[in-house]
C-alpha cells in the first residue's frame, strides 16, 4: 500500500536525473544521437550546458542569466516554465481524467475550441493535432476533400513543416534536397506576386493556397494588399485560402492572428508552438463548418482523420491556460508595445552602420538584415568570408551577441543575412534595453577592420573549410 508521502516504486525524478546526468548531454548526443547538431554547438561556443529557464531568460551551469530570442522556435510566448501553464498541467494529472477513450469525445478539448473559435468568430470548427506540421497535413487533406481538387499552392521562402505533405510545400531547396520525390500537384509561387498566384489558380485545380502571414524564414514581410488579394484571387477561382500561423500566430506580432494587421479572414487557420506555453506537443486547425461537412461526412468516416495523441488532456489543458495567461498579463498588448519600441530602436542604428540593411517585422518577430558593404576594406572581409559560406556573416553578430552579451539569436535561415529576434511575450523593457544596447555594440564591432569580430571570422572561415 502506498502512504501518501511515499513515491511508486518506478518513479523518477527528472530533476534529479537532470542534475546527474547533464554534462554528459553532449557525449550522449554526439553518441547516440544527431552528433552534427553537438558539432553546430561547439563551434559556435553555444554549449555552455543551459541547466535552467524562467520567463524570457535561460541559465547556464554557473547561473548565468542569457535573454532568449529564440524562444524554442517561437514555443514559449507566456515565458518558460509559466507558473500557471505548470500548475495547469499538475491538475490534470492530478484530477486522474479519463483521458483519450477514444471511443468518447474530450471536454478539455470542447472548452479549447470554444475558446480560440471565440477569437476567430468566422470559423465554426476546430481539428487539433500534435504539432504544427500534422495541422498543414491535416489543411493539406481538409482542403482536397473539401475542394475535390488536388493542387496547393505555396510560396518561394515557405516554411510549413519537415513532414512530407509540409515538406513538399516548403519552398527551401535545403530541406527538400535528398528527400524528393515529394507529393504531386503543389506548386511554388514567389511571395507577394499576385499574378503568379492567379496564374497558378486559373486552372480551377488548385484546393488551397497555404500562405505565412508573415514568412518565418527571412522575417519577409508581405506587400500591403498582398494577402487581401490573394484572398479575394482564391475566392474567385474557388480555392481556400490557408493562413498557416503556426509561427504568427497567438500574440507573436502584437495580434491574436498576424492576418488580422491586413484584414483578411481566411478559411483555415494552423495554429501549434505557443498554443501550449511550450509544454506539450499540440497543432490546430481551425476551418468553417462546410470544409468539416466534407470530410467527416457520414458516420463511417467519424475518424477518416486523426492521431491517437491529437486532444490529449495535457495539450488541451495547456491550451486553455496559455489563452488565460495572455488575456491576464495582456502579452498581445505587450508584443506590440514593445515590438514598436524594438524596430524602431533597431532601425534608428542603420544611418551609423553600413552593412546593417533593414529592420523589418511586427510585433516580437523581427529580422535585422545585413548587406554586402560598399567600403573597400570592410568589402573584402565580407566578400572572403561569403565566398566560403553564405550567411556567415550573421554569424560574426550571433557569436558575440551570445558570448559578450548573453543574449541568444538565430540567423533566419540557411544562408540568410537576417538575425530573427523571436523572443518570449513576457519581455520587459528592461530587456529591450538589453538588446539594444547589445545590438549596437556587436555591430559596431562588426564595423572594426582588422578587430577582434573579423579574427573571429578567419576562425569560422578555417571552420568551414574542414
Ligand atoms: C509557419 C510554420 N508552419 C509549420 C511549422 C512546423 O511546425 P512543427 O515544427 O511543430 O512541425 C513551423 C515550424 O517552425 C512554422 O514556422
Redesign the pocket.
Known amino acids: 500500500m502506498l502512504t501518501p508521502t511515499s513515491k511508486p516504486l518506478a518513479t523518477i525524478d527528472a530533476g534529479d536525473l537532470f542534475a546527474a546526468h547533464e554534462a554528459e548531454r553532449y557525449d550522449m548526443h554526439s553518441r547516440r544521437l544527431n552528433a552534427q547538431m553537438v558539432r553546430v554547438l561547439k563551434t559556435i561556443g553555444y554549449d555552455v550546458g543551459f541547466c535552467r529557464g524562467a520567463g524570457a531568460y535561460l541559465y547556464d551551469r554557473e547561473d548565468v542569466r542569457y535573454l532568449d530570442l529564440l524562444s524554442g522556435?517561437?514555443v514559449f510566448a507566456v515565458g518558460r516554465n509559466h507558473p500557471a501553464i505548470r500548475e495547469s498541467l499538475k491538475s490534470v494529472l492530478d484530477a486522474e481524467l479519463p483521458n483519450l477513450v477514444q471511443m468518447d469525445v474530450s471536454t478539455l478539448a470542447g472548452l479549447l475550441a470554444e475558446r480560440l473559435l471565440a477569437k476567430v468568430p468566422y470559423l465554426q470548427r476546430a481539428f487539433f493535432a500534435n504539432?504544427?506540421?500534422?495541422a498543414?497535413e491535416a489543411a493539406i487533406k481538409f482542403s482536397r476533400a473539401a475542394t475535390k481538387r488536388p493542387g496547393i499552392v505555396f510560396c518561394d521562402h515557405a516554411?510549413?513543416?519537415?513532414?512530407y505533405g509540409?515538406l513538399s510545400l516548403t519552398g527551401d531547396d535545403i530541406f527538400r534536397k535528398g528527400f524528393e520525390p515529394l507529393l504531386p500537384d503543389c506548386r511554388r509561387v514567389p511571395f507577394n506576386d499576385l499574378a503568379a498566384l492567379e496564374e497558378a489558380l486559373r486552372g480551377r485545380d488548385i484546393a488551397a493556397f497555404i500562405v505565412?502571414p508573415i514568412q518565418?524564414k527571412g522575417v519577409n514581410l508581405p506587400d500591403d494588399n498582398y494577402l487581401k488579394d490573394a484572398a479575394a484571387l482564391c475566392r474567385r477561382y474557388g480555392t481556400l485560402f490557408v493562413a498557416?500561423e503556426?509561427?504568427?500566430g497567438l500574440g507573436r506580432t502584437g495580434r491574436f492572428l498576424a492576418i488580422e494587421h491586413w484584414g483578411v479572414e481566411p478559411d483555415m487557420v494552423?495554429l501549434?508552438?505557443a498554443l501550449s506555453g511550450g509544454h506539450v506537443p499540440v497543432?490546430a486547425v481551425l476551418t468553417r463548418d462546410e470544409v468539416f461537412a466534407k470530410v467527416f461526412d457520414r458516420m463511417d468516416r467519424a475518424v477518416v482523420h486523426g492521431s491517437t495523441f491529437g486532444k490529449n488532456d495535457l495539450a488541451m489543458a495547456a491550451g486553455i491556460a496559455t489563452l488565460e495567461v495572455m488575456e491576464a498579463e495582456k502579452l498581445v498588448e505587450n508584443a506590440d508595445r514593445l515590438g514598436t519600441r524594438l524596430i524602431a530602436a533597431l532601425h534608428a542604428l542603420i544611418p551609423r552602420y553600413e552593412m546593417l540593411h533593414e529592420v523589418r517585422g511586427k510585433g516580437l518577430m523581427i529580422g535585422v538584415e545585413f548587406a554586402a558593404p560598399q567600403s573597400l576594406k570592410l568589402k573584402a572581409a565580407w566578400h572572403l568570408l561569403e565566398a566560403a559560406n553564405k550567411g556567415l556573416f550573421c554569424q560574426l553578430i550571433t557569436i558575440p551577441l551570445f558570448k559578450q552579451h548573453k543574449i541568444m539569436a538565430q540567423v533566419a535561415g540557411h544562408g540568410s543575412h537576417t538575425i530573427k529576434l523571436l523572443p518570449s511575450l513576457v519581455l520587459s523593457e528592461n530587456d529591450c534595453t538589453w538588446i539594444e544596447t547589445a545590438f549596437d555594440s556587436v555591430i559596431a564591432d562588426s564595423h572594426k577592420v582588422p578587430g577582434a569580430v573579423w579574427s573571429l571570422g578567419k576562425t569560422l572561415l578555417e571552420n568551414a573549410r574542414r
Not at 131 to 134: I, K, L, M
Not at 159 to 163: A, D, K, M
Open positions: 522556435f517561437g504539432s504544427g506540421a500534422e498543414v516554411f510549413h513543416g519537415l513532414s509540409a505565412e518565418g498557416d503556426v509561427q504568427t494552423l501549434a508552438k497543432g
